[in-house]
């Protein structure tokens, strides 16, 4: 079973099944549609908690581009690109505030290595949205 972490700020809409997807870098082996994934916060730390497991639905690659002062310059889903309009509610389902907020965690996460724009190519997963944690979490509430 595939499993993926998650900063501590993203726990409570995982949990609340508001953010049932998440942008990952090209791995050897990410989960497959179908397939069981397990969602923890703080993994290798001593405040690891596992938020739960649900399934895979979806696995699509992802194209990114942030500029530190103009926010949002593009998102390509797959070979589409997507409108302006959709925007916010894409960085809603990935647990931000909106399309700001994102371009501004993503380029203090990951500052871009010349110049204004960050780059990411990936792929975006999804699952279905996740039920309360079971009885497996470790350590404190996030």
Same mark, same amino acid.
């Given at each position: 079973m595939v499993t993926y972490s998650f900063?501590? !700020?993203f726990a409570v809409p995982i949990l609340a099944g508001t953010k049932a997807q998440t942008l990952r870098t090209d791995w050897k082996r990410h989960v497959r549609p179908g397939e069981l994934v397990q969602l923890f916060t703080g993994m290798r730390a001593k405040y690891c908690r596992r938020l739960g497991e649900? *399934?895979?639905?979806d696995i699509v690659?992802? *194209?990114l581009?942030?500029?530190r002062h103009n926010a949002t310059e593009l998102i390509r889903l797959g070979d589409r690109?997507?409108?302006p309009c959709l925007l916010d509610t894409f960085a809603r389902a990935n647990g931000f505030a909106n399309i700001t907020d994102m371009a !501004?965690?993503?380029c203090a996460e990951y500052p871009p290595e010349e110049g204004d724009t960050l780059t990411f190519e990936g792929v975006l997963i999804r699952w279905t949205p996740l039920a309360p944690a079971d009885t497996l979490d470790?350590?404190?509430a996030a």
């Open positions: 900063k501590k !700020r649900a *399934r895979c639905t690659p992802v *194209r581009a942030f500029s690109l997507m409108a !501004r965690f993503w470790i350590g404190a």
